[in-house]
């Protein structure tokens, strides 16, 4: 404890010393007020009892002035002169902005300059910024850090955490950003602009946002001059590292490849903070008029919305309204509309989105209508084929049911190897009864047919592919005689002349034809053996003699 009070004497802490850094990282010259309701908005309830206000505005700075004190002791920080109400401006230092890009995970060439002097003449501008980024961010306490506060307290910071919310963090915002018509990002041309706050923030809708901050200093024309600069930087287009020419916004900001529906180029949001001697009721109107060209929409066919491709969603917006109503509050004026809105329809096209999600629910209704349609069709072609099947399928014969589906399949099988039905015309029970009265031996023999043996499984075309059997006694063929009778090819062996006997009755079959016709017995025996052995046929002069 006492070597970080030795190296911090004031007493902060690292958070504060965070808070420090993330806030002057992205306003670059703020006061300790407002560091303190961005990074810690908590003290505001705690100490709202004390009185008068310079002692209330002194207790919840307190922590963040001793961090700020020992940054600049660190060399981080530094006053930059004083608010006209008094307040005293702080900055980073070039080596504090170093720090602050750690802490915003920016590159340090993008952190801007230290905006050292900004404040020798009061810095109204950036502290109208400032007021705008805590109108857009309307920080939320943490109830965490006030449970052992007074029950009023958390009341009221209970009341402020279930208010409309603000859009993104501190770390979503960019403060005076170039806007190169000519030149480069980080060497930008003549004829750019710069612009007071950028925000990025698509978790809550808003991808890219440009804002401009008033304080009714510049007239209508001024305002007009630095829309065109805008536009001029939109249809600025480059080449991408994939090649491709991109519009130049798009290089650095990820943004939708539409917006709302539209082609358009991001919105730009004027805040207006009536402390100058114009009237922002007078320079909107003729602001209107001078930038039409740049928002003007094209009525779509139906009259229901318009169509703003190419064009700048400009809208307008009081700083006072901003931080009564916060985003969410209908006080935001788009150019072109008749009434305020929320910040997100402003920046939109609700009126669209509305007629796009009427045509797709009118598309998602067509098609599911023709899908209907096709699962009816399917259905009463399904029932018509199936009315059609049952008119074809066969009955039986002996009882006349009709057969299953399973009984009508394998009556009708006329596969290679599966051996025909043997009652195609009857049902499985009048078929069980048939082949009971045939006998038990000749219906176990038909519906049970043992495998073919291993000389038999080698062919790829039979003669019987089941064992056959004697047409004279029935009897089964041996494994002998049915691999004699299969003999189909050609060679020297004779091909069995009664290929449908067994072997007994084949051998029967001879003698009683010996018995009867000895002479013819002889004749075929002849015949066989001049068969089994062809004649010799000689070569040379020798063989013609003889012929």
């Given at each position: ?236 287009k480059m080449k991408d590292t994939d090649g491709r020419e991109r519009p130049m916004w798009r290089t650095r900001w990820t943004a939708p490849a539409t917006w709302s529906g539209d082609a358009s180029h991001p919105p730009v949001l004027l805040v207006f903070n009536h402390v100058g001697e114009r009237n922002p009721n007078r320079t909107i109107p003729r602001l209107m008029e001078l ?130 039905d043997s009652h195609p015309h009857l049902c499985d029970g009048c078929k069980q009864k048939a082949s009971v009265s045939a006998g038990p031996t000749h219906s176990r023999q038909e519906e049970h047919q043992e495998p073919l043996p291993e000389w038999a499984a080698r062919h790829e075309f039979m003669r019987y592919p089941r064992r056959p059997r004697c047409a004279e006694c029935k009897a089964a063929f041996t494994d002998e005689r049915w691999q004699a009778v299969e003999r189909t090819g050609w060679g020297t062996v004779p091909m069995e002349a009664r290929p449908t006997l067994c072997g007994g009755c084949d051998q029967r079959y001879e003698i ?36």
């Open positions: 404890m006492a070597g970080t009070r030795k190296s911090n004497p004031a007493g902060s802490t690292n958070s504060y010393r965070g808070d420090v850094l993330r806030v002057l990282g992205v306003l670059k010259v703020a006061t300790a007020d407002q560091i303190q309701r961005i990074g810690a908005p908590h003290l505001t309830f705690r100490h709202a009892d004390k009185e008068p206000p310079s002692k209330r505005k002194q207790a919840r700075t307190a922590s963040h002035t001793g961090a700020l004190s020992d940054m600049r002791k660190h060399g981080l920080s530094e006053n930059g002169g004083s608010t006209e109400t008094g307040d005293c401006l702080r900055n980073l230092t070039t080596k504090g902005l170093e720090a602050a890009s750690y802490e915003l995970r920016r590159p340090v060439t993008e952190m801007g300059s230290t905006a050292r002097g900004a404040g020798s003449s009061g810095a109204s501008h950036p502290m109208a910024v400032n007021e705008t980024v805590i109108a857009m961010l309307r920080p939320k306490p943490n109830l965490a850090k006030l449970a052992d506060d007074p029950p009023h307290v958390q009341a009221a910071a209970r009341a402020a955490v279930d208010g409309p919310d603000g859009i993104g963090t501190i770390a979503s915002y960019w403060t005076e950003v170039p806007l190169p018509a000519t030149g480069t990002w980080n060497a930008p041309g003549k004829g750019g602009a710069q612009a007071d706050l950028v925000l990025t923030a698509p978790q809550d809708q808003v991808p890219l946002l440009f804002i401009e901050v008033d304080n009714c200093h510049e007239t209508a024309e001024e305002l007009a001059a630095k829309l065109e600069k805008y536009a001029r930087f939109f249809r600025r930038t039409r060209h740049l928002w003007q929409g094209e009525r779509a066919e139906d009259g229901r919305h318009h169509y703003y491709d190419e064009k700048i969603p400009i809208v307008a917006v009081g700083l006072r309204n901003l931080r009564e109503h916060g985003p969410a509050g209908a006080v935001f004026l788009r150019f072109g509309r008749a009434h305020p809105q929320p910040l997100l329809d402003a920046i939109g096209n609700p009126r669209r989105a509305a007629a796009d999600a009427g045509a797709r629910e009118v598309a998602r209704a067509r098609r599911e209508e023709y899908q209907a349609q096709l699962r009816r069709v399917a259905q009463d072609q399904a029932a018509k084929q199936a009315a059609e099947r049952e008119a074809r399928r066969p009955v039986c014969a002996a009882c006349g049911a009709k057969f299953t589906d399973a009984r009508w399949e394998a009556a009708r099988t006329t596969d290679w190897g599966t051996p025909p009683d034809r010996e018995q009867d016709w000895p002479c013819a017995s002889r004749q075929e025996q002849e015949q066989e053996r001049e068969q089994a052995v062809p004649e010799q046929k000689t070569t040379g002069w020798f063989s013609r003699l003889r012929r």
